[in-house]
Protein backbone atom coordinates (compact mmCIF):
# COMPACT_ATOMS: atom_id res chain seq x y z
CA UNK A 1 0.00 0.00 0.00
CA UNK A 2 0.99 3.60 -0.84
CA UNK A 3 0.80 6.43 1.75
CA UNK A 4 0.22 9.86 0.55
CA UNK A 5 1.32 13.37 2.19
CA UNK A 6 0.15 15.21 5.31
CA UNK A 7 0.98 19.20 5.94
CA UNK A 8 -0.09 18.71 9.25
CA UNK A 9 2.66 16.33 11.15
CA UNK A 10 4.72 18.63 12.51
CA UNK A 11 1.98 20.49 14.10
CA UNK A 12 -0.12 17.97 14.53
CA UNK A 13 1.52 14.39 15.02
CA UNK A 14 -0.44 11.38 12.43
CA UNK A 15 -3.81 11.15 11.78
CA UNK A 16 -4.95 8.40 14.11
CA UNK A 17 -7.67 7.08 11.09
CA UNK A 18 -4.57 6.04 9.20
CA UNK A 19 -4.90 3.19 11.71
CA UNK A 20 -7.90 2.11 9.45
CA UNK A 21 -5.44 0.58 7.16
CA UNK A 22 -3.61 -1.81 9.31
CA UNK A 23 -6.51 -2.98 10.90
CA UNK A 24 -7.61 -3.98 7.58
CA UNK A 25 -4.06 -5.64 6.88
CA UNK A 26 -3.92 -7.24 9.84
CA UNK A 27 -7.47 -8.77 9.38
CA UNK A 28 -6.16 -9.78 5.76
CA UNK A 29 -2.85 -11.03 6.71
CA UNK A 30 -4.82 -13.98 8.87
CA UNK A 31 -6.11 -15.20 5.66
CA UNK A 32 -4.41 -14.10 2.15
CA UNK A 33 -1.61 -11.95 2.57
CA UNK A 34 1.64 -13.43 3.87
CA UNK A 35 3.31 -10.04 4.04
CA UNK A 36 2.80 -6.43 3.32
CA UNK A 37 5.25 -3.67 1.43
CA UNK A 38 4.59 0.13 2.60
CA UNK A 39 5.52 2.08 -0.08
CA UNK A 40 6.17 6.01 1.54
CA UNK A 41 4.43 8.46 -1.28
CA UNK A 42 4.77 11.10 0.61
CA UNK A 43 7.76 12.09 -1.37
CA UNK A 44 5.19 12.80 -4.02
CA UNK A 45 4.34 15.79 -3.11
CA UNK A 46 6.81 17.87 -4.19
CA UNK A 47 5.15 17.29 -7.82
CA UNK A 48 2.90 20.27 -6.49
CA UNK A 49 5.70 22.69 -6.00
CA UNK A 50 7.62 22.08 -8.92
CA UNK A 51 7.62 25.13 -11.11
CA UNK A 52 6.06 24.38 -14.47
CA UNK A 53 8.98 25.77 -16.79
CA UNK A 54 10.83 23.02 -15.27
CA UNK A 55 8.77 20.28 -17.07
CA UNK A 56 8.34 22.52 -20.17
CA UNK A 57 12.01 23.01 -20.66
CA UNK A 58 12.24 19.49 -21.22
CA UNK A 59 10.38 20.62 -24.39
CA UNK A 60 8.02 17.20 -24.41
CA UNK A 61 11.49 14.69 -24.25
CA UNK A 62 10.14 13.21 -20.66
CA UNK A 63 12.42 10.27 -19.39
CA UNK A 64 11.94 8.40 -15.90
CA UNK A 65 15.57 10.12 -15.37
CA UNK A 66 15.13 13.61 -16.24
CA UNK A 67 12.33 13.50 -14.46
CA UNK A 68 13.85 12.32 -11.07
CA UNK A 69 16.14 14.64 -11.61
CA UNK A 70 13.67 17.41 -11.47
CA UNK A 71 11.81 15.46 -8.50
CA UNK A 72 14.58 15.12 -6.34
CA UNK A 73 16.45 18.85 -7.04
CA UNK A 74 12.94 19.89 -5.79
CA UNK A 75 12.82 18.12 -3.13
CA UNK A 76 16.58 19.10 -1.53
CA UNK A 77 15.75 22.72 -2.15
CA UNK A 78 16.39 24.84 1.04
CA UNK A 79 12.50 26.56 0.03
CA UNK A 80 10.85 22.95 0.79
CA UNK A 81 12.19 22.50 4.06
CA UNK A 82 8.92 21.75 5.89
CA UNK A 83 7.82 19.60 2.86
CA UNK A 84 11.55 17.33 3.99
CA UNK A 85 10.27 17.64 7.80
CA UNK A 86 6.74 16.25 6.98
CA UNK A 87 7.86 13.80 5.11
CA UNK A 88 10.71 12.66 7.66
CA UNK A 89 8.27 12.36 10.03
CA UNK A 90 5.68 10.41 7.92
CA UNK A 91 8.99 7.94 7.73
CA UNK A 92 8.81 7.31 11.01
CA UNK A 93 5.35 7.06 11.56
CA UNK A 94 4.72 4.49 9.31
CA UNK A 95 7.72 2.70 10.35
CA UNK A 96 5.88 2.76 14.05
CA UNK A 97 2.83 1.83 12.44
CA UNK A 98 3.86 -1.24 11.41
CA UNK A 99 5.29 -2.18 14.70
CA UNK A 100 2.50 -1.18 16.79
CA UNK A 101 -0.08 -2.47 14.57
CA UNK A 102 1.96 -5.68 14.59
CA UNK A 103 2.08 -6.55 11.02
CA UNK A 104 4.27 -8.29 8.71
CA UNK A 105 5.47 -5.45 7.11
CA UNK A 106 8.39 -3.99 5.15
CA UNK A 107 8.61 -0.13 4.90
CA UNK A 108 10.62 1.74 2.09
CA UNK A 109 10.79 5.24 1.34
CA UNK A 110 10.56 6.76 -2.80
CA UNK A 111 12.66 9.37 -1.74
CA UNK A 112 15.65 6.37 -1.51
CA UNK A 113 14.48 4.48 -4.75
CA UNK A 114 14.36 8.25 -6.80
CA UNK A 115 18.07 8.41 -5.78
CA UNK A 116 19.45 4.98 -6.07
CA UNK A 117 17.62 3.11 -8.37
CA UNK A 118 18.58 2.91 -11.91
CA UNK A 119 15.58 0.25 -12.39
CA UNK A 120 12.56 2.56 -11.42
CA UNK A 121 13.38 5.33 -13.70
CA UNK A 122 13.73 2.46 -16.19
CA UNK A 123 10.20 1.68 -15.84
CA UNK A 124 9.10 5.05 -15.01
CA UNK A 125 9.75 5.44 -19.09
CA UNK A 126 7.45 2.70 -19.54
CA UNK A 127 4.70 4.63 -17.42
CA UNK A 128 5.05 7.60 -19.04
CA UNK A 129 5.10 6.31 -22.93
CA UNK A 130 1.47 4.22 -21.26
CA UNK A 131 -0.28 7.54 -19.88
CA UNK A 132 0.91 9.04 -23.46
CA UNK A 133 -1.25 5.94 -25.10
CA UNK A 134 -4.26 6.78 -22.66
CA UNK A 135 -3.96 9.94 -23.99
CA UNK A 136 -5.13 8.31 -27.24
CA UNK A 137 -7.05 4.96 -26.11
CA UNK A 138 -9.01 6.51 -22.80
CA UNK A 139 -8.97 9.70 -22.35
CA UNK A 140 -11.77 9.53 -19.86
CA UNK A 141 -10.15 7.96 -18.24
CA UNK A 142 -7.01 10.58 -17.58
CA UNK A 143 -9.87 13.23 -16.98
CA UNK A 144 -11.35 11.61 -13.95
CA UNK A 145 -7.73 11.28 -12.49
CA UNK A 146 -5.45 14.77 -13.99
CA UNK A 147 -7.48 17.55 -12.51
CA UNK A 148 -7.40 20.40 -15.10
CA UNK A 149 -3.97 22.62 -14.39
CA UNK A 150 -1.70 25.12 -16.01
CA UNK A 151 1.40 23.11 -14.58
CA UNK A 152 1.83 19.82 -16.63
CA UNK A 153 4.15 18.80 -13.66
CA UNK A 154 0.81 17.59 -12.00
CA UNK A 155 0.43 14.90 -15.09
CA UNK A 156 3.24 13.70 -13.07
CA UNK A 157 1.58 11.94 -10.25
CA UNK A 158 -0.03 9.15 -12.34
CA UNK A 159 3.25 7.88 -14.22
CA UNK A 160 4.69 7.81 -10.67
CA UNK A 161 2.23 5.51 -9.10
CA UNK A 162 2.01 3.13 -12.45
CA UNK A 163 6.21 3.05 -12.04
CA UNK A 164 6.09 2.40 -8.21
CA UNK A 165 3.49 -0.90 -8.51
CA UNK A 166 6.07 -2.16 -11.76
CA UNK A 167 9.45 -1.35 -9.71
CA UNK A 168 7.73 -3.29 -6.33
CA UNK A 169 6.61 -6.32 -8.47
CA UNK A 170 10.01 -6.80 -10.13
CA UNK A 171 12.03 -5.90 -7.51
CA UNK A 172 10.48 -7.48 -4.40
CA UNK A 173 7.69 -9.58 -6.20
CA UNK A 174 4.88 -7.50 -5.04
CA UNK A 175 1.43 -8.88 -6.82
CA UNK A 176 -0.82 -6.49 -6.16
CA UNK A 177 -1.66 -3.23 -4.54
CA UNK A 178 -4.13 -2.46 -1.69
CA UNK A 179 -5.59 1.30 -0.95
CA UNK A 180 -9.12 2.91 -0.91
CA UNK A 181 -11.95 3.09 -2.78
CA UNK A 182 -11.13 6.48 -4.05
CA UNK A 183 -8.22 5.34 -5.33
CA UNK A 184 -10.39 3.22 -8.17
CA UNK A 185 -9.15 5.35 -11.35
CA UNK A 186 -5.64 5.36 -10.19
CA UNK A 187 -5.91 1.35 -10.08
CA UNK A 188 -7.69 0.90 -13.54
CA UNK A 189 -4.51 2.63 -15.18
CA UNK A 190 -2.34 0.24 -12.87
CA UNK A 191 -4.38 -3.15 -14.01
CA UNK A 192 -4.44 -1.84 -17.41
CA UNK A 193 -0.56 -2.02 -17.85
CA UNK A 194 0.01 -4.83 -15.85
CA UNK A 195 -2.42 -6.80 -18.35
CA UNK A 196 -0.88 -5.26 -21.32
CA UNK A 197 2.82 -6.46 -20.15
CA UNK A 198 1.03 -9.76 -19.23
CA UNK A 199 1.60 -9.06 -15.39
CA UNK A 200 -0.81 -11.67 -12.69
CA UNK A 201 -1.37 -8.53 -10.55
CA UNK A 202 -4.53 -7.88 -8.40
CA UNK A 203 -6.04 -4.85 -6.40
CA UNK A 204 -8.12 -4.89 -3.44
CA UNK A 205 -9.72 -1.94 -1.85
CA UNK A 206 -11.96 -1.14 1.38
CA UNK A 207 -14.67 1.57 1.40
CA UNK A 208 -13.73 5.01 2.82
CA UNK A 209 -14.65 6.41 5.96
CA UNK A 210 -16.55 9.47 6.83
CA UNK A 211 -13.22 11.75 6.37
CA UNK A 212 -10.71 11.56 3.66
CA UNK A 213 -8.12 8.52 3.46
CA UNK A 214 -6.44 8.44 6.82
CA UNK A 215 -2.89 9.29 5.28
CA UNK A 216 -4.07 13.01 4.43
CA UNK A 217 -4.83 15.84 5.81
CA UNK A 218 -8.89 16.86 7.03
CA UNK A 219 -10.66 18.82 9.60
CA UNK A 220 -12.63 17.43 12.98
CA UNK A 221 -10.23 14.06 12.93
CA UNK A 222 -8.19 12.53 15.60
CA UNK A 223 -4.22 12.86 15.73
CA UNK A 224 -1.52 11.80 17.71
CA UNK A 225 -0.88 15.60 19.69
CA UNK A 226 -4.99 15.49 20.31
CA UNK A 227 -5.86 15.81 23.76
CA UNK A 228 -8.13 13.75 26.06
CA UNK A 229 -10.72 15.86 26.08
CA UNK A 230 -10.63 16.86 22.44
CA UNK A 231 -10.65 13.49 21.28
CA UNK A 232 -13.66 12.29 24.27
CA UNK A 233 -15.79 15.14 22.47
CA UNK A 234 -15.36 14.61 18.94
CA UNK A 235 -16.80 11.16 19.53
CA UNK A 236 -19.48 11.93 21.48
CA UNK A 237 -20.94 14.79 19.25
CA UNK A 238 -20.26 12.46 16.37
CA UNK A 239 -21.60 9.16 16.33
CA UNK A 240 -20.83 8.15 12.58
CA UNK A 241 -17.39 9.53 13.24
CA UNK A 242 -17.18 7.00 16.48
CA UNK A 243 -18.43 4.30 14.74
CA UNK A 244 -15.95 4.34 11.92
CA UNK A 245 -13.19 4.72 15.05
CA UNK A 246 -14.47 1.82 16.56
CA UNK A 247 -14.27 -0.11 13.62
CA UNK A 248 -10.96 0.30 13.13
CA UNK A 249 -10.25 -0.32 16.15
CA UNK A 250 -11.40 -3.92 17.35
CA UNK A 251 -8.74 -5.82 15.76
CA UNK A 252 -6.29 -3.97 18.28
CA UNK A 253 -8.02 -3.97 21.50
CA UNK A 254 -7.07 -5.85 24.38
CA UNK A 255 -9.27 -7.61 26.45
CA UNK A 256 -12.14 -5.75 28.87
CA UNK A 257 -10.59 -2.21 27.51
CA UNK A 258 -13.15 0.19 25.62
CA UNK A 259 -12.76 1.37 22.43
CA UNK A 260 -11.79 4.81 24.00
CA UNK A 261 -9.49 3.36 26.19
CA UNK A 262 -7.57 1.54 23.08
CA UNK A 263 -7.23 4.37 21.14
CA UNK A 264 -5.47 6.59 23.96
CA UNK A 265 -3.36 4.22 24.48
CA UNK A 266 -2.76 3.53 20.56
CA UNK A 267 -2.22 7.25 20.47
CA UNK A 268 0.43 7.15 23.28
CA UNK A 269 2.31 4.36 21.71
CA UNK A 270 2.42 5.79 18.05
CA UNK A 271 3.76 9.85 19.34
CA UNK A 272 6.88 10.85 18.41
CA UNK A 273 9.13 13.36 20.29
CA UNK A 274 8.39 16.74 19.46
CA UNK A 275 10.27 18.28 16.47
CA UNK A 276 12.97 21.20 17.19
Do not use: H
Not at 34 to 62: C, F, H, M
Amino acid sequence: MGFGYNPRLISMGERLDILDFFAWMKRLQTVSVQQWTIWDASGYSIVNKTPKRKIEALNGQLTGERVLEILVLEQESPKRTEIKLNCDLRSQYLQRLIEVSGINGRYIDSRKVFRENQKYAALLDIALEYVEQLRVDNLELLQRIIPPSDNPARELYLPLEIAEALYLKEEYGVAGKYGPTSEQFFDACILGLQEQLGIPYAVLWSPVGPRKAGYLDDENVLWTKSPDRFISGLLQKDQLYFQFVQSYLQPFQQERETSQECLLRLRDLLKLPEVG
